[in-house]
């Protein structure tokens, strides 16, 4: 299995609060991503980015920020949580260049309340 | 954008049997990737099966395989003497060949009947 941990697992949070979660992945992949995942959606892209300090919108940015300061890390914030941001956090890597497939860290559930 | 369909949301089959998951595209590029990923209970996204637009051969993985039908934008999984383990969601993803997004379906849920 590729190398990729999201912190935290879960989390629970009220409405208004700045929330960030944290993907690190060990295999030194240039790119990686953050989906959502929500049912009847299926996974929905973020942002992601094509390396350090490299970033760009996906299809669902609005309400999010993400940041890469280092290649294994890619932090995703929510910058004032709403209740339509409960969801499943994906962080992936891979899919660019001669890497074809992403890999997928475990996920992080989100609730807020 | 790229869309992914997954117009059947739910499926089932009895074990040992087989049965077709459908997937179409909307795309004018020539060359791309083609992805199932699986969804377990557990929530991690495996990788099932590829397929590259460029090669005619359809891609097989020991009980999985793929029709891919590149004219009709159609890549549907094949999943031969199904097993309890396989009950999952299942995922179509696009990718172009040149890009760096992907692009997913909405997923097909699959019940394996004892």
Known sequence: DAGITQSPRHKVTETGTPVTLRCHQTENHRYMYWYRQDPGHGLRLIHYSYGVKDTDKGEVSDGYSVSRSKTEDFLLTLESATSSQTSVYFCAIGGGGSYNEQFFGPGTRLTVL | ?114
């Open chain 2, 1 to 114: 954008a790229q869309t992914v369909t997954q117009s059947q949301p739910e499926m089932s089959v009895q074990e040992a049997e087989t049965v077709t998951l459908s997937c179409t595209y909307d795309t004018s590029e020539s060359d791309y990737y083609l992805f199932w990923y699986k969804q377990p209970p557990s929530r991690q996204m495996i990788l099932v099966i590829r397929q590259e637009a460029y090669k005619q051969q359809n891609a097989t993985e020991n009980r999985f395989s793929v029709n891919f039908q590149k004219a009709a934008k159609s890549f549907s999984l094949k999943i031969s003497d199904s097993q309890l383990g396989d009950a999952a969601m299942y995922f179509c993803a696009y990718r172009r060949s040149t890009g760096n997004q992907f692009y997913f379906g909405t997923g097909t849920s699959l019940t394996v009947i004892p």
